[in-house]
Structures are given as C-alpha cells and as structure tokens.
C-alpha cells in the first residue's frame, strides 16, 4: 500500500468503501455506508496507508450528526429520564462500576501503564477520551487505539443486533431519496452545523461538534420555529468520513505496539461489552422499551457511531441519545479520579 500514490490510495479507498457499504446495504446491515468505510479503512491502515481524515472535517460530520439526531429529539426525551431518575441512575453508576472493573484488571494482568489503561476503558467518547488521555500522563497512542479497537467492535456487535432485532422488517425499510430538492431548511442546516462545530471547538465542550447542533436544532424543531433538512447523500459522506477516521488509525506501528497486550484488551473489550448488555436486558426488566433501544441507550461505543446506528434501526433515538450523553458527561467526570484509582492501586 505504501507503494501507492495518495491519489490511487484515495481511490482505493473511496471505491472499496463504496462497493462494501452498499453491499452491506444490500443485505440490510445497519449503519453499512458506516461498517464499510470502517472496515475498509482498518484493512488499509494496517496494509500502511498514509491517509489521514483531517480533524476539521471529522468535527463537521460530527455536526451533521448533531442536526440528524435533532430531527428525533425532543423535551419529552427527559420525562421518562426524570420520571426513572432511579433507574437511569442505577445504569450510570453500574456503567462506571464495569468500565472500572475493566480498567483495573486489564492494568493488573497486562503490561500497560496504569492511566492507558484506565483511559482506554473508558466508555465514553472515544476522541474525548483520548484528547484527555494526554493531560494525565496516558500514551495517547495506545488510548486511541483501545478506544476505537471498541468502536469497532461495539458498532459492529450494534449492527448486528440491530439487525437481528429488525427481522424481516428490515426487508420493508422505507425507500431513501437521496437528492432531494434542497431549500431554505437547507441552508439553515448548514448554518447550525457550522455554528455548532465552531462553538464546540472554541469553548471545548467534550463531543460539543455532536451535541451543541443536536441540542439547538431540536430547540427550534420542537418549538415550530424552523425544520432542519439533512439529505441522504450528506449523512452518506458523514458516515464515510466518521468510519474512514476511525479506521485508519489502526496503522501498523501502533497494532505492533499494542501487540503484547492485544488479548488483554480484547478481554477487556468483550467483558464490557457483556456487562453493557446485562444491563441493557435489566433495563427491559424495569422500563418499557424494547431490548434493541435499551442495548444501544448502553452500549460502550462512541457517540456518533451509536448513533447512526440507532438512526437506522427504528429504535427511540430520543432515549439512547439522552443516556448516552448522561454517560459520557459522568465519565468524564469521573475519569481523572477513576485512572487515579486504578494507577495506584492495580499494581499493589
């Protein structure tokens, strides 16, 4: 791959990419123009591509991301959050107990410092936690790769139960119209995605690229005063750019890196996942909602991954965004002190 040009490289990936999303499409995968750019991208990294997603464009797609979930958003969202306040609670604190549980014992029986493995647990937003990482002594390198060696994982698992939960329902999914006539909605749009990636970046609001569009456009969505207009064909580019900026960070360095402690990880990985998903069956238990909203609202995945996918799986968007975005706040913070506690004391 190194071999390439990066014109041929881009090519490369751009039509691979595309023949896999669509393949993936074809079969009703969930979130395939995500998976197949992600995949694709991985494959690549690790085979020595050069490529990089510039970061600006990454925090634009993360707006465009923000405006799609805003069409689902409403202040209704926070009555059965307030309503269960106990319940949602219990989810928070159990959610930290796992990922705690998970850093710990990955310090103890691997040889990873003490805060990359804290930090590379974590489940909160995979660029805000390895953005944090840095300030607290972590290998920046190593949490990036752990968190999104979760990603991938968790959106790949999402998917798949996303589309097992769908069943034959996924057969009938409503025709997509991908070039629609473009107006007014449009340009306002673009306007809030701009805005929100700016205000996000300039005051560093964790993951604000996503929330700050998500939060002011279902402000003015709910209160009659505009309608957003988010195309087919800009989601599409999204969720390529978000699945190409993910992947191609598993370059082969870093995979040699992590090398000696890649089973720990993946143990570490899987048992979140597992912890994430009782609790997602529990909640089914003491709410009512259907079990593919409950796993997705508590799957360790990042932000805007979890929400594509539950974008398209006919899921309450509304829920799994608020206990998401909960999460990622108690995360972050609780980390310092949770990586704090699991340096000193998992090598005692």
């Known amino acids: 791959m190194e071999k390439l040009s990066r014109n041929q490289q881009w090519l490369t990936l751009i039509g691979v990419s595309l023949l896999l999303g669509f393949i993936l499409q074809y079969f009703h995968v969930p979130a395939a123009l995500l998976l197949g750019p992600m995949i694709v991208g991985v494959a690549m990294g690790l085979l020595g591509a050069t490529l990089r997603i510039d970061k600006r464009l990454f925090i634009l797609c993360q707006a465009v991301l923000g405006c799609m979930i805003a069409q689902s958003l409403s202040p209704s969202v926070i009555e059965p959050l307030i309503a269960d306040w106990p319940i949602v609670l219990t989810v928070l604190l159990l959610t930290l107990a796992a990922s705690g549980l998970s850093g710990f014992l990955l310090v103890r029986y691997s040889d990873l410092p003490g805060p990359t493995g804290a930090w590379g647990s974590s489940p909160g937003g995979a660029s805000a936690m390895v ?153 089914t238990k003491l709410l009512d909602i259907d079990l593919l909203t409950a796993y997705l609202a508590t799957s360790p995945g990042g932000l805007d991954t979890v929400a594509i996918i539950a974008a398209g799986s006919r899921v309450d968007i509304a829920f799994v965004m608020a206990l998401q975005t909960l999460r990622l706040f108690t995360i972050l913070l609780t980390g310092p002190a949770l990586a704090r506690f699991i340096s000193r004391f998992a090598r005692s």
């Open 131 to 283: 953005a944090m990482a840095a300030d607290y002594g972590a290998d920046a390198r190593l949490v990036a790769f752990m968190q999104y060696l979760r990603v991938l994982f968790v959106a790949t698992a999402a998917a798949m139960v996303a589309r097992i939960g769908l069943g034959d329902d996924a057969q009938h999914a409503a025709p997509q119209l991908w070039f629609p006539p473009l107006d007014m909605r449009f340009v306002i749009t673009l306007g809030i995605v701009l805005l929100g990636a700016f205000l996000g970046q300039r005051f560093r609001i964790p993951s604000g690229a996503l929330l700050l569009p998500a939060l002011a456009g279902a402000a003015l969505q709910s209160s009659g005063t505009v309608e957003l207009q988010v195309p087919e064909w800009l989601l599409a580019t999204a969720y390529a750019l978000i699945g190409w900026s993910v992947g191609l960070r598993f370059t082969r360095p870093i995979f040699r890196l992590a090398l000696r402690t890649l089973p720990q990880m993946l143990a570490s990985i899987i048992g979140l996942m597992l912890l994430c998903g009782a609790m997602a069956w529990m909640l």
